[in-house]
């Protein structure tokens, strides 16, 4: 069955360390996007592909970065750790033109200490 | 960005209907409301889409007025795995210009007890 996976589940890391959090789905959708859940905020958007070499800016895109090689994959990376990006980490991915419904990942645990 | 309003929280019972409401006051002629559904340590999972009238699919119903001005999802006969948050989005329906518009708000924690 075609899934959309994260990892790792949790990361514990160091304040200023490059982190990168992974995300690959098989349903060769083309739009995938970033999200992270903090308590009292629901989720903001972090970054955002509609494609192969398209990335977009979202919400909270300040201290992160992403890059769209393939179909199948969109990595978050944190240039420079700080605590305020400790979070629960969600990719999603959809299909079309449409807001169509997004699926989402089962999240990543971020905490930087 | 059409800001949406939700209550907090909601208390209900086994076998009972739920109904969430959703204000969205300044909803656009191009916006979609959309609902999804988050249990604990989980990503959301879609619920139901609409954008006039009443939706309906297996799960849930979604009752949205001629004004658009707020929509309502409704849960039919509840039970304790429906305990989770719903969230209400309203964004353009054509992807590439909601852009980084969608967004979720706080959501609505909904506690069914036996």
Known sequence: ????????????????????????????????????????????????????QDTNKGEVSDGYSVSRSNTEDLPLTLESAASSQTSV????????????????????????? | LAKTTQPISMDSYEGQEVNITCSHNNIATNDYITWYQQFPSQGPRFIIQGYKTKVTNEVASLFIPADRKSSTLS????????????????????????????????????????
């Open chain 1, 89 to 113: 980490y969600f990719c999603a991915s959809s299909e079309g033109t449409a807001y169509n419904e997004q699926f989402f990942g089962p999240g990543t645990r971020l905490t930087v200490l």
């Open chain 2, 75 to 114: 849960l039919p006969r509840v039970s304790l795995s429906d305990t989770a948050v719903y969230y209400c989005l309203v964004g353009e329906h054509m992807i590439k210009a909601a852009g980084n518009k969608l967004t979720f708000g706080g959501g609505t924690r909904v506690l069914v007890k036996p």
């Open chain 1, 1 to 52: 069955d075609a899934e959309i996976t994260q990892s790792p589940r949790h990361k514990i890391t160091e304040t200023g360390r490059q982190v990168t959090l992974a995300c690959h789905q098989t349903w060769n959708h083309n739009n995938m996007f970033w999200y992270r859940q903090d308590l009292g905020h629901g989720l903001r958007l972090i970054h955002y592909s509609y494609g192969v």
